[in-house]
């Protein structure tokens, strides 16, 4: 069968203004009509490449540079939709999708969009191997064998090859991921250098055909995009969109009721509330399905015990975080699925109980005064929510201390297992809850050599049995019914034993010029869209 792609079609107005130079002064009355100043703590952003960026600034941004085969389009983020993609047919066994690219595409660069251009992106991120690899080396796709797996037909068609037993729906899914966006092959070729693929390049130059291309990034300053005219859906009605490193929520705030940027993404409830009565700003709230959770590595000697790790469930004040530091910001969620999506569990059977944790920990033969760390984010609320653990152990007679550190110290050390116990957050990669299943419940090779980076199983240094095969048949199921069923059963056992404390869901909030219109944010960290903005 033939499945067209279909979707709403979005009226991108025509070029607002001439080209502005973006104002650095710090008195700035107003931003540019044509620009988009955005101001949020980019300091997790390590790489622009989509074959290695893991970060949630990283994927906002790519998600604006470059297009997929397949996409959660701004005007229904509910419905897969095609990209680059015009149409797709899956062979009777599921095994084979043969897609047909739309026409008339360019690259930032000139060059065409071609079949070629997918088969190359896709074979590079599988060779490459970094840390989203795992993503799409899913279906089943090696280094070996990706290049005859993916197979450019002609100009317009690509031949991709299911090697996994994979539900249909999950494979178009991961092909909505950012590490398969499709880079420009000629481009990325022509800076390649000792057969790197472009990689040393790509960290910090773009490739791409989205709507915008990258102009210039200052690690800890700025990111610039500049809008591409020739965007399949017309040039965006920013012609620039300019993020500012602004690492205080309390130095967003003001200068977003300055006039010096167009919208402040992580301000505090505190601060939310405090734009009530500002006819200029507004406070925004979106679907996220931003997860924070406590996790422990199995290689500690103490932390790895059962006991242990269920007295970390009731030592959370779940209700007293969400009505204080979290207020308006997060709400209790104890599974790793996002609420609000399908096959989501809801039950949330755990609270603050400090005499059963302590009961826990008795059982478990741990002795008053022992010692451990906690690494967690140098920024609002990871640090305060850090804080309030590390009280609630102190009363149960573990002392900890709090290593504070920005994404790019702590992700390293995090991936490389040196932690002890970590408050961290995860966000689904793409919009199926095997992007969850496959973090959280599943680990084939629980070997430090075998560098399964984007597992946090594999961080935690937890082998995950059992759990890992009822994953694998949950993926590959493809009856709906039954892999809601499975889903469900995977949610119940990582709450119940597992290094995981899964804690919060975030709310997406964030403070907006009241001039701007059409910032659509949605529940994957890569659902951020500026070409629909206007002013």
């Known amino acids: 069968m033939n499945f067209p792609l279909t979707f709403k079609g979005l009226s991108m107005a025509a070029a607002l203004a001439a080209s502005v130079a973006i104002p650095m002064a710090p008195a700035s009355a107003e931003t540019p009509k044509d620009t988009f100043v955005i101001a949020r703590n980019t300091a997790d952003a390590i790489t622009l490449d989509p074959a290695e960026s893991f970060e949630f600034t990283g994927g906002r941004i790519i998600a604006n540079i470059y297009e997929r085969l397949f996409f ?30 739309k026409s008339g595409l360019t690259f930032h660069s000139g060059n065409p969009v ?65 590490v398969a966006s499709i880079v420009d092959m000629k481009e990325v070729e022509a800076h390649a250098v000792d057969g790197d693929m472009g990689y040393a390049w790509l960290k910090d130059h773009s490739a791409g055909s989205g709507a915008y291309k990258l102009k210039s990034w200052k690690a800890n300053e700025l990111v610039m995009l500049e809008a591409f005219d020739k965007f399949r859906y017309g040039e965006p009605p920013m012609k620039r969109v300019v993020i500012r490193h602004v690492a205080e929520p309390s130095a967003q705030r003001l200068l977003l009721e300055k006039g010096d940027v167009d919208a402040a993404m992580e301000l505090t409830s505190d601060q939310l509330k405090g734009l009530e009565g500002n006819a200029d700003v507004a406070a925004k709230s979106y679907p ?71 009961a826990l920990l008795a059982e478990a033969g741990v002795e008053e005064g022992t010692k451990i760390t906690i690494d967690t984010l140098n920024k609002s609320p990871f640090k305060e929510v850090a804080q ?78 059992g759990l890992t095969e009822l994953t694998n048949e949950a993926a590959a199921a493809s009856d709906p019914a039954k892999r809601e069923e499975l889903y469900a059963k995977l949610q119940k056992m990582v709450r119940e034993d597992s290094p995981f404390t899964i804690m919060f869901q975030a709310i997406g909030t964030f403070g907006q010029r009241s001039n701007v219109d059409g910032f659509v944010n949605g529940v994957t960290s890569d659902q951020a869209y500026y070409w629909t903005v206007t002013k």
């Not at 897969?80 to 690219?101: C, M, N, P, Q, R």
């Not at 006991?307 to 004040?317: E, G, T």
């Not at 209790?332 to 944790?357: C, R, V």
């Not at 550190?405 to 040196?418: F, I, M």
């Open 114 to 178: 071609t079949a070629a251009d997918v088969a190359y992106s896709l074979g590079r991120a599988v060779k490459l191997d970094k840390t989203p690899a795992f993503i799409i080396k899913q279906i089943g796709w090696t280094a070996e064998n990706v290049d005859e797996a993916v197979k450019a037909i002609d100009d317009t068609t690509v031949e991709i090859n299911v090697l996994a037993d994979m539900s249909p729906a999950l494979v178009l899914n991961l092909l909505s991921s950012s």
């Open 288 to 358: 996220k399905g931003y997860l924070m959770y406590i996790a422990t590595n199995m290689e500690h000697p103490i932390l790895s015990k059962p006991k242990v790790r269920d007295a970390l469930h009731y030592v959370v004040d779940y209700k007293g975080m969400v009505g204080s530091i979290l207020d308006g910001q997060y709400k209790i969620h104890q599974n790793f699925w996002p609420s609000g999506m399908w096959a989501a569990a809801t039950e949330a059977p755990y609270s603050y109980d400090l005499d059963k944790a302590k």
């Open 388 to 465: 309030n653990v590390q009280a609630a152990l102190g009363k149960i007679g573990i002392e900890s201390e709090i290593i504070l550190s920005d994404g790019k110290t702590l992700w390293p050390k995090y991936r490389a297992r040196k932690h002890e116990l970590i408050i961290a957050r995860w966000g689904p990669d793409y919009s199926d809850p095997h992007s969850n299943a496959d973090a959280f419940a599943h680990n084939p090779d629980n070997r430090f050599e075998a560098k399964l980076t984007g597992k946090l199983t594999w961080r935690n240094a937890w082998d995950a049995k």
């Open 72 to 101: 959660f389009e701004p005007g229904d983020l509910t419905k897969l939709v095609g990209g680059i993609a015009g149409s797709y047919e899956f062979s009777e066994d599921g095994k084979k999708i043969t897609v047909k690219l």
